[in-house]
């Protein structure tokens, strides 16, 4: 397939800003960019579907540039927020551009890397007033959707701060149209505002025509994008989301929306992601289309020795073959599990499981083992009598699983 009708095939086009765009896709040769937001020291699952965009603009023979925005990121993009947000720190925010940064070169090997406060921090506030913000009138940045859905709502009222953050992504597009011949923006539906400013402000001081390209949001089953709140952010950095963890969430993937992460998240071919599609549809309790998807996007972040062990754990769970885990993937698999550290001597399995509160008591401990519900490293236990020793019993010499029923589950640490 040319590149323009493979993304419009995989879901990947919303808008586009000129009909001739599809034509120079096809064509190859640009350069395009995308900006990424330093709010966080590593991006998410959101913006995976962003840095594959520019990959497959890679593959069709374009020249591609991730932007790092040192300069936005001190001011925070309006676009899908519904309140203000916190300004970053200096220190924090090098370090989340830092972190950023180097996915974004680890992720498009080739592509160039910037961070547009390195041509924004020494202008003045009347050169970009002047050279800038005269192209536009106040009347045409508040008609954007971003800034008229905050306007119109007393109670989620918009900054001059945040409303001055559209103009400072249109230098952006400008200056690297200026300085790399950059003459195509894409990122996300919520990001058109923005974009078509950066269009426009080519148009007026360039007398060049630039385009724009946005692709839908990544949404979740019920409708929500994703995003980095506090806590449920599927990160891209291992030591924030695990491999095992970022296989999981996908395996876990709801009917509804795997077709389209199987089209957004990997390379596989049309014939393949239709046969998963209509496995989806007849064998849905078998979960093929998830399983594939969770493989190839834990691949695609963290390489396929990762990805094997992530399959793997994934099947031993409930196995005695749990024991072949190695001790990382191991603590993966339990990171979220409740835990409890103890002396390393032997240990009854009685006291270990009211010690763990998977039992309100020894003897409700005693039932559970009577009826078969209990079992230590996926072995079943029912001898009242048994013991825990470190030094036979455990995994990797330190561990052990302990489980009441199919999902209680509770780790013993030896120490």
Same mark, same amino acid.
């Given at each position: 397939?040319?590149?323009?009708?493979?993304?419009?095939?995989?879901?990947?086009?919303?808008?586009?800003?000129?009909? $001739? #765009?599809?034509?120079?896709?096809?064509?190859?040769?640009? !350069?395009?960019?995308?900006?990424?937001?330093?709010?966080?020291?590593?991006?998410?699952?959101?913006?995976?579907?962003? /840095?594959?965009?520019?990959?497959?603009?890679?593959?069709?023979?374009?020249?591609?540039?991730? /932007?790092?925005?040192?300069?936005?990121?001190?001011?925070?993009?309006?676009?899908?927020?519904?309140?203000?947000?916190? /300004?970053?720190?200096?220190?924090?925010?090098?370090?989340? #551009?830092?972190?950023?940064?180097?996915?974004?070169?680890? =992720?498009?090997?080739?592509?160039?890397?910037?961070?547009?406060?390195?041509? %924004?921090?020494?202008?003045?506030?009347?050169?970009?007033?002047?050279?800038?913000?005269?192209?536009?009138?106040?009347?045409?940045?508040?008609?954007?959707?971003?800034?008229?859905?905050?306007?119109?709502?007393?109670?989620?009222?918009?900054?001059?701060?945040?409303?001055?953050?559209?103009?400072?992504?249109?230098?952006?597009?400008?200056?690297?149209?200026?300085?790399?011949?950059?003459?195509?923006?894409?990122?996300?539906?919520?990001?058109?505002?923005?974009? !078509?400013?950066?269009? $426009?402000?080519?148009?007026?001081?360039?007398?060049? %025509?630039?385009?724009?390209? !946005?692709?839908?949001?990544?949404?979740?089953?019920?409708?929500?994008?994703?995003?980095?709140?506090? +806590?449920?952010?599927?990160? #891209?950095?291992?030591?924030?989301?695990?491999?095992?963890?970022?296989?999981? =969430?996908?395996?876990?993937?709801?009917?509804?929306?795997?077709?389209?992460?199987?089209?957004?998240?990997?390379?596989?071919?049309?014939?393949?992601?239709?046969?998963?599609?209509?496995?989806?549809?007849?064998?849905?309790?078998?979960?093929?289309?998830?399983?594939?998807?969770?493989?190839?996007?834990?691949?695609?972040?963290?390489?396929?020795?990762?990805?094997?062990?992530?399959?793997?754990?994934?099947?031993?769970?409930?196995?005695?073959?749990?024991?072949?885990?190695?001790?990382?993937?191991?603590?993966?698999?339990?990171? $979220?599990?409740?835990?409890? %550290?103890?002396?390393?001597?032997?240990?009854?399995?009685?006291?270990?499981?009211?010690?763990?509160?998977?039992?309100? +008591?020894? +003897?409700?401990?005693?039932?559970?083992?009577?009826?078969?519900?209990?079992?230590?490293?996926?072995?079943?236990?029912?001898?009242?009598?048994?013991?825990?020793?470190?030094?036979?019993?455990?995994?990797?010499?330190?561990?052990?699983?302990?489980?009441?029923?199919?999902?209680?589950?509770? /780790?013993?640490?030896?120490?």
């Amino acid at each position: 397939m040319a590149l323009f009708d493979e993304l419009s095939w995989r879901g990947l086009v919303h808008d586009l800003t000129d009909p $001739e #765009l599809p034509k120079l896709l096809d064509i190859g040769g640009m !350069t395009a960019y995308i900006g990424f937001d330093p709010s966080a020291d590593s991006l998410h699952i959101g913006n995976l579907l962003q /840095l594959c965009n520019l990959r497959r603009m890679q593959d069709g023979g374009h020249q591609v540039i991730g /932007l790092a925005g040192g300069a936005t990121g001190m001011i925070g993009d309006p676009g899908g927020k519904s309140e203000e947000r916190n /300004l970053l720190d200096s220190d924090t925010l090098a370090e989340n #551009l830092a972190g950023i940064r180097d996915q974004i070169e680890r =992720f498009l090997p080739g592509a160039i890397v910037v961070d547009n406060a390195e041509w %924004t921090r020494a202008m003045s506030v009347l050169d970009f007033l002047r050279d800038v913000g005269k192209h536009f009138t106040i009347n045409q940045m508040i008609a954007k959707e971003m800034v008229k859905t905050r306007v119109e709502d007393p109670d989620k009222a918009i900054s001059y701060t945040e409303f001055s953050y559209m103009l400072l992504q249109a230098m952006d597009f400008l200056h690297l149209f200026d300085t790399h011949g950059c003459r195509l923006q894409m990122g996300a539906s919520d990001q058109w505002g923005n974009i !078509t400013m950066g269009v $426009e402000l080519i148009r007026k001081v360039r007398g060049e %025509t630039a385009y724009g390209l !946005t692709t839908p949001l990544v949404l979740k089953s019920d409708g929500t994008k994703f995003g980095k709140s506090v +806590s449920g952010t599927v990160w #891209l950095d291992r030591r924030k989301t695990s491999p095992y963890q970022l296989y999981q =969430f996908m395996v876990q993937s709801d009917d509804a929306v795997v077709g389209a992460y199987l089209r957004y998240f990997t390379w596989l071919d049309r014939e393949r992601i239709e046969d998963l599609d209509e496995a989806t549809k007849e064998r849905p309790e078998k979960r093929e289309a998830q399983k594939v998807l969770a493989y190839e996007v834990t691949d695609l972040v963290h390489g396929k020795q990762e990805a094997n062990r992530a399959a793997h754990a994934s099947t031993v769970l409930f196995s005695e073959e749990i024991a072949s885990l190695d001790e990382q993937t191991l603590l993966d698999v339990f990171a $979220e599990a409740p835990s409890t %550290t103890v002396p390393r001597e032997p240990i009854a399995v009685i006291d270990a499981l009211a010690r763990a509160g998977l039992c309100s +008591s020894k +003897s409700d401990a005693r039932r559970q083992l009577q009826q078969g519900a209990v079992s230590l490293n996926n072995r079943k236990v029912t001898d009242e009598s048994a013991t825990i020793d470190p030094s036979t019993d455990t995994l990797h010499g330190r561990y052990a699983i302990l489980r009441r029923g199919r999902k209680q589950y509770h /780790l013993l640490r030896f120490g």
